[in-house]
């Protein structure tokens, strides 16, 4: 049986996409060989898409604290996770653990725009299986806000909004996770960071307002934004037209810009991290934090940063950091923004943008001129000195190829 044929007859989550439809997920579905053991995702890491089990078993492995059942449940062939990513959440809030070596087709988000819309009823089986209970934290703490609801649950911790009773307004608080507060050398590496990017002021920066650590615990009291993410306008739209994704770049630069003058680099630039607030404000978002958590998470679960290689820069891959790698995910992100598409599907991230392997911008989507093509050349180049120097190089060359297609 081909992967077609498997995602069309025996995955009931599909039931209704036309063969046609499977054909184009069944392009698109990277093939993950897992081990009995072994997790295809851990909890909280960032989902990729829909998960569709085809051979073996996968134990869902929640969190009894989160109220999650003590017992793991068992998906095999056919059963599919990772719903939620079709609708733009970015971290999984169970573990997925192979019970015996299992054979999984990811299917990236991206590739279910147009099939959503030809089948509707996978839109709403995604929001009927993405329930998920409710993480506990105090009514209020440090004396001074008051909790209001759940907004988000990510790969550093659930995210509240919130209330600050002294000065009575609206905040976000980001409840840190146990792994990144039970170690002193990396919850002090983090709050390190977390203070640095504190000083930072620019009206396109989401603003941290202060860190509080109480009963063990540690919080983020930031900046609250009341709209979506650039990666749930991309989802939701398939793709921005070049003003809008121009406008977006001109403030998420400008904010780039302002932190690398301090000397401040993102390391985690992506569509998730860049939100528009209810006036149009674009506000860039984890300026360092992200990356620090990551690398904490990573050395204490031995787990792969997996979810944002197809973003980083080739350097990043192998150690290196430094703000040309900062621009090349901006121009990731841009060709996201104005394609729909990555422009590297991976798994062999590495190697796709040492060798420049994507195609021209141009050729996804048709309506943009050679201009285009010439833009993510230069800042998707393998090499960081032939890349822009600067968001703002980056933005004068944008501009160029709008007024010039």
């Given at each position: 049986m081909t992967v077609t044929e498997f995602l069309h007859q025996n995955v009931l989550f599909l039931a209704g996409v036309s063969l046609?439809?499977?054909?184009?997920?069944?392009?698109?579905?990277?093939?993950?060989?897992?081990?009995?053991?072994?997790?295809?995702?851990?909890?909280?890491?960032?989902?990729?898409?829909?998960?569709?089990?085809?051979?073996?078993?996968?134990?869902?492995?929640?969190?009894?604290?989160?109220?999650?059942?003590?017992?793991?449940?068992?998906?095999?062939?056919?059963?599919?996770?990772?719903?939620?990513?079709?609708?733009?959440?970015?971290?999984?809030?169970?573990?997925?653990?192979?019970?015996?070596?299992?054979?999984?087709?990811?299917?990236?988000?991206?590739?279910?725009?147009?099939?959503?819309?030809?089948?509707?009823?996978?839109?709403?089986?995604?929001?009927?299986?993405?329930?998920?209970?409710?993480?506990?934290?105090?009514?209020?703490?440090?004396?001074?806000?008051?909790?209001?609801?759940?907004?988000?649950?990510?790969?550093?911790?659930?995210?509240?909004?919130?209330?600050?009773?002294?000065?009575?307004?609206?905040?976000?608080?980001?409840?840190?996770?146990?792994?990144?507060?039970?170690?002193?050398?990396?919850?002090?590496?983090?709050?390190?960071?977390?203070?640095?990017?504190?000083?930072?002021?620019?009206?396109?920066?989401?603003?941290?307002f202060t860190i509080v650590e109480e009963s063990g615990e540690i919080y983020l009291v930031f900046e609250y934004i009341d709209g979506p993410t650039v990666r749930e306008l991309v989802h939701v739209k398939g793709r921005l037209d070049p003003g809008q994704c121009l406008r977006i770049v001109r403030q998420a630069g400008a904010a780039m810009e302002f932190a690398h003058a301090r000397r401040v680099l993102h390391r985690d630039f992506k569509p998730s991290n860049v939100l528009l607030d209810s006036s149009g404000v674009v506000k860039v978002m984890d300026f360092g934090i992200a990356r620090q958590a990551k690398t904490t998470l990573t050395k204490l679960s031995r787990t792969n940063p997996f979810g944002t290689l197809a973003y980083m820069a080739p350097e990043q891959h192998l150690g290196t950091e430094k703000q040309p790698a900062d621009i090349y995910a901006l121009g990731v992100s841009v060709y996201q923004m104005l394609s729909g598409k990555l422009p590297f599907a991976g798994p062999d991230f590495l190697g796709q943008k040492e060798k420049m392997d994507f195609a021209p911008l141009s050729r996804a989507a048709p309506d943009l001129g050679a201009r285009f093509d010439a833009l993510m050349a230069r800042a998707l180049a393998a090499d960081p000195a032939r890349r822009h120097a600067a968001a703002g190089e980056f933005l004068a060359d944008f501009e160029d190829a709008m007024a010039r297609p």
């Open positions: 046609e439809d499977a054909r184009s997920l069944a392009g698109c579905a990277e093939q993950l060989q897992v081990p009995a053991g072994q997790f295809v995702l851990p909890r909280w890491a960032p989902m990729e898409g829909l998960y569709v089990v085809a051979t073996g078993k996968v134990a869902v492995v929640q969190d009894p604290k989160a109220g999650g059942s003590a017992a793991p449940q068992d998906l095999g062939p056919g059963d599919v996770f990772g719903e939620s990513s079709l609708m733009g959440a970015g971290q999984a809030t169970a573990g997925y653990q192979a019970r015996e070596d299992a054979l999984v087709f990811v299917i990236p988000a991206a590739a279910f725009g147009g099939v959503a819309q030809r089948c509707p009823a996978i839109m709403e089986r995604a929001r009927c299986l993405d329930a998920a209970p409710e993480p506990d934290l105090p009514k209020t703490f440090a004396k001074n806000y008051e909790v209001r609801r759940l907004i988000a649950e990510g790969g550093m911790g659930s995210v509240y909004e919130a209330r600050d009773l002294m000065l009575d307004r609206t905040v976000a608080v980001k409840k840190m996770r146990p792994e990144l507060r039970s170690d002193p050398k990396a919850s002090g590496g983090f709050l390190h960071e977390a203070r640095i990017v504190a000083c930072l002021r620019h009206a396109n920066i989401v603003e941290i």
